[in-house]
């Protein structure tokens, strides 16, 4: 195989022996000969593509389409039936929860037996043990049976592994990178990292924004058919997949039924032949803020430290709740450990992926004050904005002090995710957000036929 690919699959297929009732199983191994007892199954069918180096390839499909199952397979935990998977490097995967742990270890053992698993020496664990314990972050529950812990420390831990094992190749199902923001977030800049660094990383997502977000390409499978997976632009599979999602018969089935309960209201009353609704979301955009974690993950020079960040209102009070759409004042501030030249504070509001959603300095601003700090001082700056009105998720605002130039500058402090957004209500389920103050409305362009009650 061409060093240029990390994934060779071709002809790949996993066929399951389905028995409808447990005798029959036995029935053919004892009688098997002349009839056969079980139906065939394939959850995977003739399925070739390859994944260059380096790439980032999504892998789609509605449930049970066979993702699991064709991922386990390059993973090596499952056999094919049918053809050949080839894989340049090493690859670890956040598939399963729980997959590669033995519950009744503790887990301390399951990082060596998972380490052991994925190619590392017992030395190499050793000398790594330290920074999977720090990444994972589950305290005294490293030294208890893996079958205590709840699923955020199973992931938290599998995580901490896959992240520490040299991998060329990661998968990654994105169901099991939810729970705390914080986590995700780390997760997500290690991923980020990993995909900088070269690797190759093949991720699971139900969220076709996503995928067309971070990948390039894509991989589509679906039941059923003679091959039941293709793999093309990343954009093109998810609209593909969207029109698929749509054109279920089951849905129209049911709007069918629907348009068979409601009469159209417009003919409920002939007066409104021509109607217009005017009117804003109802439902407000509420925001949770959490307190500020000075003791987030944080790097830098150590010239200046960022001290307090948060969202307050005119008379200082603090927010710990917001609306979307209300003026706000965003303050960080930061003291000066040595004397800083041209000095800038930053924020960054992301996503739950980590990417950068908005950013705002004080740098472009104040460019031209040519601003100098002392060693001692406690300087704050304020960003004066009407909050967004974002889709319900969770979000995290990183704040950093810089000194220097836009090109030529140092990061004395930078704290990830200093603090956490979660929009609890709000009218967009959907994509990004909504623009502020919008109003909706309809209109009947063409007269409606009066209708006879
Ligand atoms: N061991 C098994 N025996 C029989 N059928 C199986 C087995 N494992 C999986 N299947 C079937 O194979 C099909 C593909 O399953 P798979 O878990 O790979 O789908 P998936 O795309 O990962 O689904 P989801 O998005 O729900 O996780 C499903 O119909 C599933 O029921």
Redesign the pocket.
């Known amino acids: 195989m061409s060093s240029e690919f990390a994934i060779k699959v071709e002809g790949v297929g996993k066929n399951?022996q389905?028995y409808d009732k447990p005798h029959h199983r036995l029935w053919q191994m004892l009688r098997g000969v002349r009839k056969t007892y079980y139906r065939d199954?394939w959850?995977?069918k003739n399925v070739s593509f390859s994944v260059r180096r380096g790439d980032t390839v999504g892998i789609i499909?509605?449930?049970?389409?066979?993702?699991?199952?064709?991922l386990?397979m390059i993973c090596g935990t499952l056999t094919p039936t049918t053809g050949s998977i080839e894989v340049n490097g090493r690859v670890a995967a956040l598939l399963e929860l729980g997959a590669g742990f033995n519950p009744e270890f503790t887990g301390r053992e399951n990082v060596y037996m998972n380490s052991a698993v994925l190619g590392l020496s017992r030395e190499e664990t050793d000398a790594r043990f330290a920074d999977i314990i720090a990444f994972a972050d589950i305290g005294d529950f490293i030294g208890q049976p893996v079958k205590t812990y709840s699923s955020g420390m199973m992931v938290r831990l599998a995580f901490a592994v896959i992240a520490h094992v040299d991998a060329d190749i990661l998968v990654v199902d994105e169901a099991l990178a939810v729970g705390d923001a914080f986590f995700t977030q780390k997760c997500m800049r290690f991923i980020q990292q990993f995909q900088k660094n070269g690797g190759t990383l093949l991720f699971?997502s139900?969220d076709m924004g996503t995928v067309m977000n971070i990948c390039q390409s894509a991989i589509m499978?679906f039941?059923g058919g003679q091959r039941n997976a293709i793999m093309g632009a990343a954009e093109a599979l998810c609209k593909e997949y969207l029109n698929q999602i749509y054109d279920d018969p089951e849905r129209h089935q049911q709007v069918e039924q629907q348009r068979s309960l409601h009469e159209p209201w417009v003919q409920r009353d002939s007066t409104k032949v021509q109607t217009v609704l005017t009117g804003i979301a109802p439902e407000k955009n509420v925001y949770a803020i959490s307190p500020f974690r000075a003791d987030g993950e944080s790097f830098g020079a150590g010239g200046a430290t960022i001290t307090d960040a948060g969202f307050f209102a005119e008379d200082g009070e603090r927010f710990t709740m917001l609306e979307g759409g209300q003026t706000v004042r965003f303050r960080v501030c930061m003291r000066a450990n040595q004397a800083l030249t041209y000095p800038a504070l930053g924020i960054m509001l992301k996503d739950r992926l980590g990417q950068y959603l908005y950013t705002a300095g004080t740098d472009e601003s104040f460019r031209h004050h040519r601003l100098v700090f002392q060693a001692g001082e406690n300087i704050c700056a304020t960003f004066q904005f009407d909050m967004p009105i974002l889709s319900r998720g969770v979000y995290t605002i990183n704040v950093a002090v810089a000194e220097g130039t836009g090109d030529a500058h140092i990061q004395h402090h930078w704290i990830h995710d200093a603090i956490k957004l979660e929009v609890v209500s709000g009218p967009v389920v959907h994509g990004l957000g909504s623009p502020l103050n919008m109003e909706i409305t309809m209109e009947f362009l063409q007269p409606v036929s009066e209708v006879t009650a």
Do not use: E
């Not at 499909?61 to 064709?70: D, E, I, P, V």
């Open positions: 399951y389905i199954f959850a995977v499909g509605r449930n049970g389409a066979g993702k699991s199952t064709l386990q699971v139900h499978l039941a």
